[in-house]
């Protein structure tokens, strides 16, 4: 086969790898790619929105699958764009059509769908620019601290959690009056703040049938101790020992199939992963965001553990046959830690060299934010790479992997020292 991934990060990078693993795979192309993605694909000029363009270069290379990394092709509608038109509908899509992409396109949308699927959520309201007025006197009525979330895509950075209720007004303001995240925060969803652990659940789905892939948890913030601004995430483990299997017995009754019926219920044919952001409050799930493609940082400890063949899964999707793929996952635990340029997630310097990959040889490195330049690999963005080890156990997993993040180096580069000490924690209690 012919395949095309859509993206530049590290989790394109993951899923080039995971495809050239089978043997059905013949030319694999990533459009635009990243250094790494250069090296074992074939890496295209093309932007994942540039639905033409894309269109043509499949007519020209016969390509027979597309691999959506980001969601933002798939909330403008690339999936409806191939299907209407009959040179490109044979092609298949992995990833939802752009109604089913408004689960995570629009908070407002996915809190309506939880509350009339009845999946457990948080409380909330809507509010726009004209009820500004209306929001300040919501906020009144809730206990700090305080959740605030743009309604539209926000690169990840749309949602602003303030501990007082003079910072919740003033980020409200911001975000409606002061468009602080542009058309994004044309709405804001106000929620009632839920105390619990965070963890990641992705599932792949053919719109009948779904397998559960394995639960992750992720770490947002920038500094140590879960400090500082959110960013894209700063690394990720899996498995997550608090995700026992009585607890995702739990998850799985009460959202992923009610998701996955909702979603029949409501006539959208989703084919493509369901990514879940959940928070364990005493042991019951509560879904705190839905997302329509894999995390990143998250693929890249989640993919590795997937021993199957991730092209023939993908294969199955089209004739709704997902049922009967096999899905092995490794009891092996992964530990990733992203590298990130000095400054991020505000102002960075991009240009920079990078030395030490070739000293890496216990861990894995995806690329992410990457270029090449006279022959040297350079910084390109703010998440550069994702350095994932793999163990026995989580000590040994973390280990290796900042054994690897010690190799690698550039001006500025910076990195949580922290990654996964908190489940360590845990299992020392």
Not at 123 to 138: D, I, M, V
Not at 305 to 330: A, C, P
């Amino acid at each position: 086969m012919n395949i095309l991934i859509l993206g530049s990060g590290g989790r394109e990078y993951v899923f080039s790898e995971k495809i050239l693993e089978s043997p059905n795979c013949e030319n694999l192309f990533v459009a635009p790619g990243n250094a790494g993605t250069a090296k074992i694909a074939k890496n295209v000029n093309i932007s994942p929105t540039d639905f033409k363009s894309i269109a043509d270069f499949c007519l020209k290379n016969t390509i027979e699958m597309i691999v959506v990394g980001p969601e933002a092709p798939l909330v403008a509608g690339i999936r409806d764009f191939f299907a209407t038109d009959s040179k490109l509908n044979q092609i298949q899509i992995i990833g939802p059509g752009k109604v089913g992409a408004q689960l995570e396109g629009s908070k407002e949308f996915a809190k309506s769908f939880m509350h009339r699927h009845n999946i457990p959520t948080a409380a909330y309201s809507t509010f726009t620019k004209s009820t500004l007025k209306e929001g300040l006197s919501y906020l009144k009525t809730l206990t700090p601290p305080y959740v605030l979330k743009a309604d539209g895509l926000a690169g990840g950075k749309g949602v602003v959690i303030c501990e007082n209720l003079r910072t919740a007004e003033q980020s409200l303001t911001e975000m409606l009056q002061d468009e602080k995240f542009g058309a994004a925060s044309e709405k804001v969803v106000i929620e009632e703040f839920l105390s619990g652990i965070e963890l990641s659940v992705f599932v792949l789905t053919d719109g009948k049938n779904y397998k559960i892939l394995p639960a992750a948890k992720d770490y947002k913030r920038i500094g140590e101790g879960d400090t500082g601004l959110n960013t894209g995430g700063m690394g990720a483990v899996s498995p997550v020992k608090f995700a026992d299997a009585r607890f995702m017995e739990k998850v799985e009754a009460k959202v992923i199939k009610p998701t996955i019926k909702g979603l029949q219920t409501d006539k959208i044919d989703y084919q493509g992963f369901i990514f879940i952001g959940l928070m364990n409050v005493a042991g019951e799930p509560y879904v705190i965001e839905y997302n329509v493609r894999m995390g990143d940082p998250e693929t890249q400890v989640v993919l590795p553990r997937l021993k199957s063949d991730l092209l023939s899964i993908f294969k199955s999707m089209s004739t709704k046959s997902l049922k009967q793929e096999d899905f092995i996952i490794s009891d092996q635990t992964a530990a990733t830690i992203v590298l990130v340029a000095g400054g991020y997630p505000e102002k960075y310097e991009k240009g920079k060299i990078i030395k030490g990959l070739d000293d890496v040889v216990h861990a894995k490195i995806y690329h992410a934010g990457t270029a090449d330049e006279n022959n040297e690999v350079i910084t390109a963005g703010g998440r550069v790479l994702a350095i994932t080890g793999m163990g026995d156990t989580l000590d040994m997993a973390l280990k290796n992997a900042y054994a690897g993040a010690n190799k690698v180096c550039w001006e500025d580069l910076y990195y949580r020292k922290d990654i996964g000490q908190d489940l360590l924690a845990l299992d020392s209690q």
